[in-house]
């Protein structure tokens, strides 16, 4: 079975910092290209940052040079550090996996970013 699980978001003031983690199961981790997309609300959901098999990254322009993902292929872990987080950054964020093999989805986990 595959499981892609997120742990908890959290709230943080503009400016705060945050990681968010996502653990995988079920696949051939190190195959996957990995992605984090979040879904604002009333917006359609984005893809926020990606990061292929290889370790090759690209991020969505609004988050340039604010978060930076990473992966761990031993843990079997994607990473998305937030840092100076605004407004706009509030949303449910996800992360997925891409493979030929198939296309897998974290359940999502709340960021909520507030003064």
């Known amino acids: 079975q595959v499981r892609l699980v997120q742990p908890g978001g959290g709230s943080v003031q503009p400016g705060g910092s945050l990681r968010l983690s996502c653990a995988a199961s079920g696949i051939n981790f190190k195959l996957y290209t990995m992605d984090w997309n979040r879904q604002a609300p009333g917006k359609l959901r984005e893809l926020v940052a990606r990061i292929e098999s290889g370790g090759t990254t690209n991020y969505a322009d609004s988050v340039k040079g604010r978060f930076t993902i990473s992966r761990d292929n031993v843990r079997n872990r994607v990473y998305l550090q937030m840092n100076n987080l605004r407004l706009e950054d509030t949303g449910v964020y996800y992360c997925?996996?891409?493979?030929?093999?198939?296309?897998?989805w974290g359940e999502g986990t709340q960021v909520t970013v507030s003064s």
């Open positions: 997925s996996g891409n493979h030929r093999a198939g296309e897998y």
